[in-house]
């Protein structure tokens, strides 16, 4: 089931969210976030207009996908970042491609015109599944994060809605 999301989500988004800070490159974070502080984020993004989606199975959350603003200024309204983390056990499931897909509806409705996915690299799931979902790379920057002792690259994808 996906759901919107609610600030009492913060919990279980925090253990997903920080098992990718904690093991992975795939977010420039490097401390864990805690539950207090993921429930601000999460009421902080639920007063704008952009979805937060939460996807449970059964009584668990298993993953979550959102958009913000790309950037602040006014040209910029109708592009968005957008942002998928699953449970680990659900990788490869087809799990993160629904999901996915139901953010970029939402966003679709809201009259969003370029959803954009930013991707620390390697990272050959998160390239598959923006590829999957019709995103198309635009760029790549080398070396602009260092974590776990090394200098990581990011590029970007994208896909008109």
Request: hydrophobic share 45%; glycine share 6%.
């Amino acid at each position: 089931m996906i759901r919107p999301a609610h600030t009492n989500d913060a919990q279980a988004i925090s253990v997903i969210y920080n098992h990718y800070v904690k093991e992975t490159i795939v977010t420039f974070e490097e401390e864990p976030v805690s539950s207090p502080v993921m429930e601000e984020r999460v009421a902080l993004a639920l007063a704008t207009p952009l979805p937060w989606l939460i996807l449970e199975q059964g009584d668990s959350i298993v993953g979550y996908a959102r958009a913000s603003k790309w950037k602040e200024r006014s040209a910029y309204r109708f592009s968005v970042e957008t942002t998928i983390y699953l449970a680990p056990h659900c990788v490869g499931e087809g799990l993160g491609t629904t999901l996915y897909r139901k953010l970029l509806d939402e966003l679709r409705q809201l009259g969003v015109h370029i959803a954009i996915g930013g991707v620390a690299l390697p990272n050959a799931a998160s390239v598959a599944l923006h590829e999957k979902c019709g995103f198309r790379k635009v760029a790549h920057f080398s070396d602009v994060g260092f974590k776990f002792g090394r200098w990581i690259d990011v590029a970007y994808w994208q896909r008109a809605l």
